[in-house]
Nanobody, 128 residues
């Protein structure tokens, strides 16, 4: 069972930046897609970004496109989320997730149920 560990969260002001990391604690790691989701206060989990582990294909939600960048280091089993121009509405607990499944519909990768392992999350707070 893959264990994911996020880090890098914190408190910043509007317009600030943070870089989140997520490490998969396994020796052999060959997922299909890794993703970041977030849960704002009082809301459900929402898709942020995903990246194909071998394809490098990236997808972003409209809310973060052009501000956030997802990347990875295959050798370190690590996925990153660089967040720039942060807004108060980005305040949330951020989770990384992994799926080893291949879904025929690419939109499936924006759904939490498509992922088979999750980290514990890291908190991001953006003040105005």
């Amino acid at each position: 069972q893959v264990q994911l560990a996020e880090s890098g969260g914190g408190a910043v002001q509007t317009g600030g930046s943070l870089k989140l990391s997520c490490v998969a604690n396994v020796q052999s790691f060959y997922p299909n897609v890794m993703a970041w989701f977030r849960r704002p206060p009082g809301k459900g989990r929402e898709f942020v970004a995903s990246i194909g582990w071998m394809s490098d294909v990236t997808t972003y939600s409209d809310a973060v496109k052009d501000r956030f960048t997802i990347s990875k280091d295959n050798a370190k089993n690590t996925v990153y989320l660089e967040m720039n121009s942060l807004k108060p509405e980005d305040t949330a607990k951020y989770y990384c997730a992994v799926t080893h499944n291949y879904w025929p519909d690419s939109t499936s990768y924006s759904l939490p149920r498509s992922y088979d392992a999750w980290g514990q999350g890291t908190q991001v707070a953006v003040s105005s």
